[in-house]
Every structure is written in structure tokens, then in C-alpha cells.
């Protein structure tokens, strides 16, 4: 069955960085789009980055910040974090989506397949 692993979270001080991974199995990584999300407490989960053979989407408050790679021979998904702020604690997750849907990456609903989730938190 397809399984999405998420790594690399942790705590980290304001203006530092972690970098989360997300291995995939059991499904053709280059027929995928891959997203990130986000939910904090409280809060609905929200889009923070995908990418896929058409590009990368990023949300308009980590431009410039977060980067979203990607290594289709690992099937693995990279999202660098850099100059992280409080705002970003959150748990991170991972999802797949069928290229032929990339037209919706910022759309939850629209993803296939879910990992468990990573916590990142930023102290002040």
C-alpha cells in the first residue's frame, strides 16, 4: 500500500531552519504531484507548498523562505525551511496528489494520499 513518511521536524529558535523529508512507497512517485500542509492548533490544515513535473506553488507567507524540492530516484520530497518564525509551528504533513489534478495543489481535497505528520515548533 502507498505510504508517506514524514522526517526532520523538531524545535528550532525563531530565524532558524529544519528541513523535512517525506518518503514515498508503493505508488509511481513521477505520476504525483507532492504537497505539503500545515495545521496548527486550532486551525484548519493549509497549504504551505507542492511541486511536480509542471513546477512549484508556494503559499504567499513562505515565499521566499520554504523551498520545495524534490528526488524522483529517492521518492523522496524535500521542504527547506529558512528564517522560520513562531507562526510557523505546526504540524507538517506530506500528501500526494495525480499530476492530472496539479491545477488544484493548494486544494487538500484534492490529494490522494496523506502521511502522518511531522510537528515543527518555533520558540520566540
Known amino acids: 500500500q502507498v505510504q508517506l513518511v514524514e522526517s526532520g521536524g523538531g524545535l528550532v529558535q525563531a530565524g532558524g531552519s529544519l528541513r523535512l523529508s517525506c518518503a514515498a512507497s508503493?505508488?509511481?512517485?513521477?505520476?504525483?504531484?507532492m504537497g505539503w500542509f500545515r495545521q496548527a492548533p486550532g486551525k484548519e490544515r493549509e497549504f504551505v507548498s507542492a511541486?511536480?513535473?509542471?513546477?512549484?506553488r508556494y503559499t504567499d507567507s513562505v515565499k521566499g523562505r520554504f523551498t520545495i524540492s524534490r528526488d524522483n530516484a529517492k521518492n523522496t520530497v524535500y521542504l527547506q525551511m529558512n528564517s522560520l518564525k513562531p507562526e510557523d509551528t505546526a504540524v507538517y504533513y506530506c500528501?500526494?496528489?495525480?499530476?492530472?489534478?496539479?491545477?488544484?495543489?493548494?486544494?487538500?481535497?484534492?490529494?490522494?494520499?496523506w502521511g502522518q505528520g511531522t510537528q515543527v515548533t518555533v520558540s520566540s
Open positions: 500528501a500526494a496528489l495525480h499530476n492530472s489534478r496539479w491545477w488544484s495543489a493548494p486544494r487538500s481535497s484534492e490529494y490522494n494520499y
Open positions: 508503493g505508488l509511481t512517485f513521477s505520476m504525483y504531484g
Open positions: 511541486i511536480s513535473s509542471s513546477g512549484s
